[in-house]
Nanobody, 129 residues
Framework: QVQLVESGGGLVQPGGSLRLSCTASARTFSNYAMGWFRQAPGKEREFVAAISYGGFNTYYADSAKGRFTMSRDNARNTVYLQMNNLKPEDTAVYYC??????????????????????WGQGTQVTVSS
């Protein structure tokens, strides 16, 4: 019923930038907190960034802080992840996730993948020279 579709991934050189987008089919998108997670080959899925349903609170992994910026446009049912100064270790499949905000969002819940109800198919980001 609810679909999340990521786009914007690709190949970029170290130090370059990419902007990922995630568009939701849900009419109730504005009620969802949204997150970005990533999974590199041979590694576990890890938290990257998250944003509250109204966009007033954002959360970042230490690895993303200062380089990545998450935002949302509820009118477009879309969230974004602006990634600057990309590094080879950022190479991964990036997944968009949505959480029904029945329980208040906080720093801990934002980082917990099990808090999320809907997931996109992922988009590949490769950082290499």
């Amino acid at each position: 019923q609810v679909q999340l579709v990521e786009s914007g991934g690709g190949l970029v050189q170290p130090g370059g930038s990419l902007r990922l987008s995630c568009t939701a089919s849900a009419r109730t998108f504005s009620n969802y907190a949204m997150g970005w997670f990533r999974q590199a080959p041979g590694k576990e899925r890890e938290f990257v960034a998250a944003i509250s349903y109204g966009g007033f609170n954002t959360y970042y992994a230490d690895s993303a802080k200062g380089r990545f910026t998450m935002s949302r446009d509820n009118a477009r049912n879309t969230v974004y992840l602006q990634m600057n100064n990309l590094k080879p270790e950022d190479t991964a499949v990036y997944y968009c996730a949505g959480r029904v905000s029945a329980v208040p969002y906080d720093n801990s819940r934002a980082r917990d993948q099990w808090e999320y109800d809907y997931w996109g198919q992922g988009t590949q980001v490769t950082v290499s020279s």
